[in-house]
């Protein structure tokens, strides 16, 4: 295994603005859309309005994903994803995302 460093400039958290689902496929929004790291991903854009949803979770064949953001969910889909939408707009407000909230062995 290797691992490299990805320089954030307008993210706290790698996982603000990236999540991989699975079968090289990536949710991206924001500065991660053009970071060469991820370029040999197919790489879901998030719009930046609905830059929350980017922080959504692959598990079990389907992707959690915040409600709310209808534009990503379509996209997800679209990619041949089930979604299960959840409502965490109060973990929202403290910009909590759903990996922060999961524990996944």
């Known amino acids: 295994m ?3 460093v990805v320089e954030l400039s307008q993210v706290l958290h790698l996982k603000t603005g990236v999540s991989y689902l699975e079968n090289d496929y990536m949710l991206a929004t924001g500065e991660f859309l053009d970071k060469v790291e991820f370029q040999s991903f197919h790489l879901i854009e998030v ?3 609905e830059a929350y949803a ?3 979770v ?3 064949g ?3 994903i915040p409600e709310g953001f209808p534009r990503t969910r379509e996209k997800i889909e679209k990619a041949g994803y089930a979604t299960i939408p959840l ?5 929202q407000k403290l910009d909590g995302g ?4 999961s524990l996944r062995f």
């Open 2 to 4: 290797t691992g490299s």
């Open 58 to 60: 692959w598990v079990n």
């Open 47 to 49: 719009p930046g309005e």
């Open 87 to 91: 409502p965490v707009s109060e973990f």
């Open 62 to 64: 389907k992707v959690l």
């Open 54 to 56: 980017a922080n959504s």
């Open 98 to 101: 759903l990996s922060c909230l």
